[in-house]
T-cell receptor, first 117, second 112 residues
């Protein structure tokens, strides 16, 4: 499976600032996703990062707040804009790989733990 | 109704016993089902996938799927302390197979 490098691993940010998280994959992948995991909660899909076009956002997430770039098949960034304490969370990059059964199996990066003061 | 539901636990099981984790889902058209394990402070890792009704075994793990009842389960035989983790049930959306929806997870604790 793909090896995913994500950075920063953690950061403490001030309210109102923005932070960009980078995700690098060791092979070309078609599908890249960004998830959020709030403290004690499960994973919520933020968006699908599409190479060469705008990301596809899930309900409750908008491009102005979470702009995403996907310049090529191995790299993506997620920016958390104008942060508030409610944005304190773990943000996870993941890649999807299709199995012989046609299923999308996800592999996750180590995550970026953001704390907003 | 949540799309994927799990009991949050914690579920406490003695070492060597069978741990049984359950999950229900709302999208009747879903075709792919997964169990991820997440250790505290770590990212989720896939341990089982299942696509057809019935049982699928992999070592100490058995996944069970019943599409008519919209029910997925994970059995862990001969539970070990290293199995203590949160187990996330995940389901591929029928409308978009690439979209994976996660349950809230069941925290499992194996007591020596």
């Amino acid at each position: 499976s793909a090896v995913i490098s994500q950075k920063p691993s953690r950061d403490i940010c001030q309210r109102g600032t923005s932070l960009t998280i980078q995700c690098q994959v060791d092979s070309q992948v078609t599908m890249m996703f960004w998830y959020r995991q709030q403290p004690g909660q499960s994973l919520t899909l933020i968006a699908t990062a599409n190479q060469g076009s705008e990301a596809t956002y899930e309900s409750g997430f908008v491009i102005d707040k979470f702009p995403i770039s996907r310049p090529n098949l191995t790299f993506s960034t997620l920016t958390v804009s104008n942060m508030s304490p409610e944005d304190s969370s773990i943000y996870l990059c993941s890649v999807g790989q299709i199995t012989s059964s046609g299923a999308n199996v996800l592999t996750f990066g180590a995550g970026s733990r953001l704390t907003v003061l | 109704q949540k799309e994927v539901e799990q009991n949050s636990g914690p579920l406490s099981v003695p070492e060597g016993a069978i741990a049984s984790l359950n999950c229900t889902y709302s999208d009747r058209g879903s075709q792919s089902f997964f169990w991820y394990r997440q250790y505290s402070g770590k990212s989720p890792e896939l341990i089982m996938s299942i696509y057809s009704n019935g049982d699928k075994e992999d070592g100490r793990f058995t996944a069970q799927l019943n599409k008519a009842s919209q029910y997925v389960s994970l059995l862990i035989r001969d539970s070990q302390p290293s199995d203590s983790a949160t187990y996330l049930c995940a389901v591929a959306s029928y409308s978009s197979a690439s979209k994976i929806i996660f349950g809230s997870g069941t925290r499992l604790s194996i007591r020596p």
